[in-house]
Nanobody, 122 residues
Framework: VQLQASGGGLVQPGGSLRLSCVAS????????IGWFRQAPGREREGVSC????????YYADSVKGRFTVSADNAKNTLYLEMNSLKPEDTAVYYC????????????????WGRGTLVTVSS
């Protein structure tokens, strides 16, 4: 099981970015895929989670209405569309996989990809 996150970069407040999480060694339908972020000096926090098999998605209150998860099963890729970005969204973003169900606890995810840095600044 491997995950590769990409798509981070520098964006102005109010702007948008789309992160990608490419999965290999397993199919998205069989796992819960979480997006987490970690800002400097802060703990890793859950941003969203999706169980593609049943179409369920969950969002943290801080990003609800601004971030959207989608999947391309043919590419075995999960996307995190981030709109109306704020400086407080600045963090390293990670995708993670768990065989069972969605959780906001990073410790529940055994598989992690390398992070991608998102910087929201003018």
């Amino acid at each position: 099981v491997q995950l590769q996150a990409s798509g981070g970069g520098l964006v102005q407040p109010g702007g948008s970015l789309r992160l990608s999480c490419v999965a290999s060694g397993f199919t998205l339908d069989d796992y819960a895929i979480g997006w987490f972020r970690q800002a400097p000096g802060r703990e890793r926090e859950g941003v969203s989670c999706a169980t593609i098999g049943d179409g369920s998605t969950y969002y943290a209150d801080s990003v609800k209405g601004r971030f959207t998860v989608s999947a391309d099963n043919a590419k075995n890729t999960l996307y995190l569309e981030m709109n109306s970005l704020k400086p407080e969204d600045t963090a390293v973003y990670y995708c993670a996989a768990d065989r069972d169900w969605c959780s906001w606890n990073p410790s529940d995810y055994p598989y992690w990809g390398r992070g991608t840095l998102v910087t929201v600044s003018s």
